[in-house]
């Protein structure tokens, strides 16, 4: 089975804080995203990276940074943690040529106070 | 317009009911459909493809109408265990990175 792992589930950080959420894949996928969900907004696409050091802006990339240093590891950063960044952060992946066979994480839980 | 639009629902049924949710999708140039499965609190999971032909899944039967730009989940026989938010979920051509989600259906399968 496809398994993405997201390190941190539930989180508290204060306003201004820096975070690091992490997200890790065993499948040697490609592709990797990482979308925000709110109540009543659905699924909102913040950044995706189709390659190694390669990255692309989504949706709603505004506050946000990505780092991918390595194929099976993505990186979501909140430079200055705000609270209307209080969400649940999904981080998924998926195969070349694939693209639309999508394996999510189990999803973290941030809260910005 | 909005891209991918669902009946948010609640839907409240009682077991062994048939339901059916439809989401319409604006883009028509979008390629791949799916269902999604997303129980509470828990990431979401394919449930099944949407072919133009209609597949079926054993109690869950899913259609595709391109002319209308529409796309229909039944469930029928429906289990306690159904209870969840569906969410519509539409692609782009072959190759192309992004899915575009709909906010999901909630359905409750009351005893």
């Known amino acids: 089975d496809v398994k993405v792992t997201q390190s941190s589930r539930y989180l508290v950080k204060r306003t201004g804080e820096k975070v690091f959420l992490e997200c890790v894949q065993d499948m040697d996928h490609e592709n990797m995203f990482w979308y925000r969900q709110d109540p009543g907004l659905g699924l909102r696409l913040i950044y995706f990276?189709?390659?190694?050091?390669?990255?692309e802006k989504g949706d709603i990339p505004e506050g946000y940074s990505v780092s991918r240093e390595k194929k099976e590891r993505f990186s979501l950063i909140l430079e200055s943690a705000s609270t209307n960044q209080t969400s649940m952060y999904l981080c998924a992946s998926s195969p070349r040529g694939r693209e639309n066979t999508i394996y999510f994480g189990e999803g973290s839980w941030l809260t910005v106070v | 317009r909005k891209e991918v639009e669902q009946d948010p629902g609640p839907f409240n049924v009682p077991e062994g009911a048939t339901v059916a949710f439809n989401c319409t999708y604006s883009n028509s140039a979008s390629q791949s459909f799916f269902w999604y499965r997303q129980d509470c609190r828990k990431e979401p999971k394919l449930l099944m493809s949407v072919y133009s032909s209609g597949n079926e899944d054993g109690r869950f039967t899913a259609q595709l109408n391109r002319a209308s730009q529409y796309i229909s989940l039944l469930i029928r026989d429906s289990k306690l265990s159904d209870s969840a938010t569906y969410l519509c979920?539409?692609?782009?051509?072959?190759?192309?990175?992004?899915?575009?989600f709909g906010k999901g259906t909630k359905l409750s399968v009351i005893p």
């Open positions: 979920v539409v692609g782009g051509r072959a190759g192309s990175y992004q899915l575009t």
């Open positions: 990276s189709y390659d190694v050091k390669m990255k």
